[in-house]
């Protein structure tokens, strides 16, 4: 397959500034294979999402990225170029990262993306490529969560934040492995609606009185966590994804009860995920996906946008609570 000199992508130069400032245009830039000292392969993109933590990394100056950077962490396209298996060329193929790509390595926000030729994962055959383009840093987040949790079927996992990306993928994975799901939010349409239900006295009302056993948090409010470790059953797991968006972000625990409780919080960053990490847990997600023990958002939840767009909506990403979007490529016949 025929691999352009030049391919367009969208670049940001991060700066420090007092005040932040998002400074993204679209370039045409050389497809560098140098760049890895590994057998690569290169990979013709076809969708890619947009995630707040995309917007985040453009944004601000991180010690030791890539300065000017192409930004974006998931993508799903076409094998065009493998230099130890040529034969695989034209698989369709998806993929995500923790820090490397964007802040290491050049992004997913452009035409095309090098990997190395080990950390390649079969697209599923039943997601589209705008789904297989955006599932990657959510499910891998909240994969991860459920790890940590050491989760056993039957236990019951109350969510915050279960109508978001994470929450949703959380959700889902804890489902297929057999727990009990209490899905909570400020919207209507789940199990606890927390707006109308700020105690969360409806949690045990659902559960026969019971406490959860484990507390899915994806919505980073101080306030929510303190109430939710007060209703955390003994020996209970409290995962949290995200820093508190509260004007005081401070959160109090109480160590005693914590102690007495034989309880644990434990933060999940998939930013530490690398390459090889990010291949098993995808892997692994690519057989749920096509048994159908997973499922993800619909297509028609993400709104597809090109280059031109995606420069124009991405300070939309970093609202949370915001829409989910793709970033799509036109795909070409060879």
Same mark, same amino acid.
């Given at each position: 397959?025929?691999?352009?000199?030049?391919?367009?992508?969208?670049?940001?130069?991060?700066?420090?500034?007092?005040?932040?400032?998002?400074?993204?245009?679209?370039?045409?830039?050389?497809?560098?294979?140098?760049?890895?000292?590994?057998?690569?392969?290169?990979?013709?993109?076809?969708?890619?999402?947009?995630?707040?933590?995309?917007?985040?990394?453009?944004?601000?100056?991180?010690?030791?990225?890539?300065?000017?950077?192409?930004?974006?962490?998931?993508?799903?396209?076409?094998?065009?170029?493998?230099?130890?298996?040529?034969?695989?060329?034209?698989?369709?193929?998806?993929?995500?990262?923790?820090?490397?790509?964007?802040?290491?390595?050049?992004?997913?926000?452009?035409?095309?993306?090098?990997?190395?030729?080990?950390?390649?994962?079969?697209?599923?055959?039943?997601?589209?490529?705008?789904?297989?383009?955006?599932?990657?840093?959510?499910?891998?987040?909240?994969?991860?969560?459920?790890?940590?949790?050491?989760?056993?079927?039957?236990?019951?996992?109350?969510?915050?934040?279960?109508?978001?990306?994470?929450?949703?993928?959380?959700?889902?994975?804890?489902?297929?492995?057999?727990?009990?799901?209490?899905?909570?939010?400020?919207?209507?349409?789940?199990?606890?609606?927390?707006?109308?239900?700020?105690? *969360?006295?409806?949690?045990?009302?659902?559960?026969? !009185? &019971?406490?959860?056993?484990? $507390? %899915?948090?994806?919505?980073? @409010?101080? +306030? *929510?966590?303190?109430?939710?470790?007060?209703?955390? !059953? &003994?020996?209970?797991?409290? $995962? %949290?994804?995200?820093?508190? @968006?509260? +004007?005081?972000?401070?959160?109090?625990?109480?160590?005693?009860?914590?102690?007495?409780?034989?309880?644990?919080?434990?933060?999940?960053?998939?930013?530490?995920?690398?390459?090889?990490?990010?291949?098993?847990?995808?892997?692994?997600?690519?057989?749920?996906?096509?048994?159908?023990?997973?499922?993800?958002?619909?297509?028609?939840?993400?709104?597809?946008?090109?280059?031109?767009?995606?420069?124009?909506?991405?300070?939309?990403?970093?609202?949370?609570?915001?829409?989910?979007?793709?970033?799509?490529?036109?795909?070409?016949?060879?």
């Amino acid at each position: 397959m025929h691999i352009p000199s030049h391919i367009p992508a969208l670049l940001s130069c991060p700066t420090i500034h007092q005040t932040l400032q998002l400074d993204l245009s679209i370039e045409y830039l050389y497809v560098l294979l140098s760049s890895l000292s590994v057998p690569r392969a290169v990979i013709r993109v076809h969708a890619a999402g947009i995630h707040s933590s995309d917007y985040f990394n453009a944004l601000h100056d991180h010690p030791g990225g890539l300065k000017p950077m192409i930004p974006g962490r998931d993508y799903a396209g076409v094998i065009v170029h493998h230099e130890t298996q040529p034969d695989l060329v034209g698989n369709a193929v998806y993929g995500s990262s923790g820090r490397e790509l964007s802040l290491q390595r050049a992004g997913t926000h452009a035409g095309y993306v090098v990997m190395p030729e080990d950390c390649l994962v079969r697209k599923p055959e039943n997601l589209s490529w705008i789904q297989a383009g955006a599932v990657g840093v959510p499910f891998c987040t909240a994969y991860v969560m459920c790890e940590r949790a050491r989760l056993c079927a039957g236990e019951v996992v109350l969510i915050f934040g279960a109508t978001g990306f994470v929450g949703n993928a959380a959700g889902e994975i804890a489902a297929a492995k057999g727990c009990r799901v209490i899905r909570a939010s400020r919207r209507d349409g789940v199990d606890v609606n927390i707006s109308l239900d700020e105690e *969360l006295a409806s949690v045990l009302d659902i559960n026969g !009185g &019971k406490r959860p056993d484990v $507390i %899915f948090d994806c919505a980073g @409010s101080a +306030a *929510l966590m303190e109430r939710g470790l007060e209703i955390l !059953g &003994k020996g209970g797991r409290y $995962i %949290f994804i995200s820093d508190m @968006s509260d +004007a005081v972000p401070e959160v109090k625990v109480d160590v005693g009860k914590i102690l007495e409780m034989d309880q644990s919080i434990s933060g999940v960053n998939s930013w530490n995920l690398d390459l090889i990490e990010v291949k098993r847990i995808m892997t692994n997600l690519t057989e749920m996906f096509e048994k159908g023990s997973i499922q993800a958002p619909l297509e028609e939840s993400f709104t597809a946008v090109d280059l031109e767009g995606a420069v124009d909506i991405y300070p939309e990403v970093g609202k949370r609570g915001g829409k989910k979007y793709v970033i799509t490529f036109e795909i070409e016949e060879d």
